[in-house]
């Protein structure tokens, strides 16, 4: 490493060598701050190490135990609650949300089902009115103009990524079901009982121990405008309303918030833990969390399109199974098209891949630019299966 590369702690298995070198290799050309990485087989750690800087100025080192919001990569745990009531018999995939939700029926979603909620395409990708940060942290608020709003599009027929709308769609779901938030409901009965260390929100007790998101370079106001002028409406609500990034998400206001789409804060191997629930078929660490056919429900693919959303961001197709994006032809969870898993805004990844009983978590705080496949979390995965 050059004399310029923090020093990398943690531990390697040898056959997974490769691992540390772009770990290493990360922190030098795409100029990581902060990161951790954590890679389970068959539910054994082979890889766990992490290195860099917890804030800006350098000042905290990253620790083994560094706490981050991974955004987007939250959807995978939220997702878990869903599936888990289901594998109950207490929700019904198939139902209408209205059966569980009433006031959702509004405005033409009589026939919006839960299905359409996990995969994006309920058409609710985000408000059609300004919604600022404090409303979004407001529950009850943001739920009912969900409630009351009309879709975007004809739900079912697309997906449209709900970028900040699908926790508090399949959360509010979860909770009139179970009675509880996804946070607390989470916590009750996955991070607790198998000792993860993650949350939705962050304690303020957990605040000491939390990394400093800084964003990548700004760009241009011009180049602003002319992203937001390949948009449709329906992109530029679930992305820009209201306007996020990581001044927002280190704020008092966000930590506190229960925002289950996006302010999940965990380590590296809490998100690898989550995602080889996943991996194990339902069961890690000899719990069983989900039966085997629920855990193989996830992956469900909904449809190969192009994302209504992101695709003129992604310039492909993709598919999303009933919660997480499916690997696919491109290979975003590696070679394995059935392999699934998450990214979250700036480069944060949970994976899963059953056929390799393969989980991995990558949590960073120098947020890239990239909604997804940040060439950081692909450099990674590539070297993962290159060990496999």
């Known amino acids: 490493m050059s004399e310029h590369a923090p020093q ?70 939220v997702a878990l609650c869903a599936h888990i009531l289901a594998d109950r018999g207490l929700l019904d995939l198939d139902a209408p949300v209205a059966a569980y939700w009433p006031e959702f029926a509004a405005a033409g979603k009589e026939g919006v089902l839960v299905r359409h909620l996990l995969s994006h395409r309920a058409g609710l990708s985000g408000l059609r009115e300004p919604h600022t940060l404090e409303q979004l942290c407001d529950w009850e608020l943001t739920t009912g103009r969900l409630a009351a709003m009309e879709p975007w599009w004809e739900p079912g027929t697309h997906s449209g990524y709900h970028a900040m709308t699908y926790g508090f769609l399949v959360g509010e779901v979860v909770r009139r079901v179970s009675g509880l938030l996804p946070g607390a409901f989470l916590e009750r009965e996955v991070t607790g009982p198998l000792g993860i260390d993650f949350t939705i929100g962050l304690p303020e007790k957990e605040a000491g121990r939390a990394a400093e998101l800084v964003h990548s370079p700004a760009a241009s106001s011009g180049e602003q405008s002319a992203v937001l002028s390949r948009l449709a409406p329906a992109a530029i609500a679930a992305l820009a309303n209201p306007p996020l990034g990581a001044e927002q998400a280190n704020s008092a206001e966000w930590r506190s918030a229960e925002i289950p789409a996006a302010n999940g804060h965990g380590t590296a191997r809490a998100v690898a833990a989550l995602y080889a629930i996943l991996a194990g078929r339902g069961s ?35 598919e999303i199974g009933l919660g997480l994006w499916l690997s696919g032809p491109t290979g975003s969870y590696g070679p394995n098209p059935r392999a699934f898993g998450h990214d979250g805004f700036g480069g944060s990844c949970g994976l899963a891949d059953p056929e390799a009983g393969l989980s991995m978590g990558y949590v960073m705080n120098r947020m890239g630019p990239h909604i997804a496949d940040d060439p950081r979390k692909t450099a990674l995965v590539k070297a993962v299966y290159e060990a496999l």
């Not at 943690?10 to 691992?19: I, K, N, T, Y």
């Not at 085997?292 to 310039?315: K, T």
């Open 284 to 318: 890690h660490a000899g719990r069983r969390v989900l039966s085997a056919e629920a855990a193989e429900r996830v992956r469900e693919g909904q449809g190969s399109c192009r994302d209504l959303v992101l695709g003129a961001v992604l310039a492909r197709d993709t």
């Open 8 to 77: 990398v702690h943690g531990h390697c298995d040898a056959r997974f060598a490769a691992v540390r070198t772009a770990f290493e290799e990360n922190f030098r050309e795409p100029g990581e701050l902060g990161a951790a990485v954590t890679v389970m087989v068959d539910g054994v750690t082979v890889a766990d190490l992490w290195g860099g800087w917890a804030d800006r100025a350098r000042t905290r080192a990253w620790e083994r135990d560094t706490l981050v919001n991974v955004w987007s990569t939250t959807k995978g745990p």
